[in-house]
């Protein structure tokens, strides 16, 4: 099967801290790369995509190493609302399944006042 | 736009009942998908369509059953429900690859 690691946390963090989140990828035909966020009890939603270039929204930048097969993402000034859980997702690029998601476990945050 | 609708959110079920989990998508989407997510395991892919009419084993599909019969809907079959599928199930819609949008879960206790 293929893999994707991450560091399951949690991670406690006092608000207006960063905090950075790693995450391995075992396929290296894998194309496509993604930080999804589930909040406890919710189903999981988008949070950004990764490109090799690197790529910033607001308070998160992703970062992709297409060599190590690391992927990253870095949240500045955190809020109690980034309390979440911090899904790497990559995708499987071989016959049918091509597109297809392999999530890793989450990384858990807990944002505190 | 409701998006991803599932049905029903929470069921218990008896060891060897069956039962059909229903997933609804109003965004046109070719793909979609049944997960499951258990403690521990982060999310598994259990069957998936990339259209009408069409099915796919995923990662676990033993014990389970799904039917595309309609672009909107992925109905998923427990024949013969077992202790080790409670879990919380989740569906999933595309166009594109990548962003996958997901229904809020049914979450499924077998005793």
């Known amino acids: 099967r293929k893999e994707v690691e991450q560091d399951p946390g949690p991670f406690n963090v006092p608000e207006g801290a960063t905090v950075a989140f790693n995450c391995t990828y075992s396929n290296s035909a894998s194309q496509s790369f993604f930080w999804y966020r589930q909040d406890c009890r919710k189903e999981p939603k988008l949070l950004m995509s990764?490109?090799?270039s690197g790529n910033e929204d607001g308070r998160f930048t992703a970062q992709l190493n297409r060599a190590s097969q690391y992927i990253s993402l870095l949240i500045r000034d955190s809020k109690l609302s980034d309390s979440a859980t911090y899904l790497c997702?990559?995708?499987?690029?071989?016959?049918?399944?091509?597109?297809?998601?392999?999530f890793g476990k989450g990384t858990k945050l807990s944002v505190k006042p | 736009n409701a998006g991803v609708t599932q049905t029903p959110k929470f069921r218990v079920l008896k060891t060897g009942q069956s039962m059909t989990l229903l997933c609804a998508q109003d965004m046109n989407h070719e793909y979609m998908y049944w997960y499951r997510q258990d403690p521990g395991m982060g999310l598994r892919l259990i069957h998936y369509s990339v259209g009408e009419g069409t099915t796919a084993k995923g990662e676990v599909p033993d014990g389970y059953n799904v039917s595309r019969l309609k672009k909107q809907n992925f109905l998923l079959g427990l024949e013969s429900a077992a202790p080790s599928q409670t879990s919380v199930y989740f569906c999933?819609?595309?166009?594109?690859?990548?962003?996958?949008?997901f229904g809020p879960g049914t979450r499924l206790t077998v005793t």
């Open positions: 997702v990559v995708t499987e690029n071989y016959g049918g399944s091509q597109g297809n998601l392999i």
């Open positions: 999933a819609s595309r166009d594109r690859p990548g962003e996958q949008y």
């Open positions: 990764v490109y090799s």
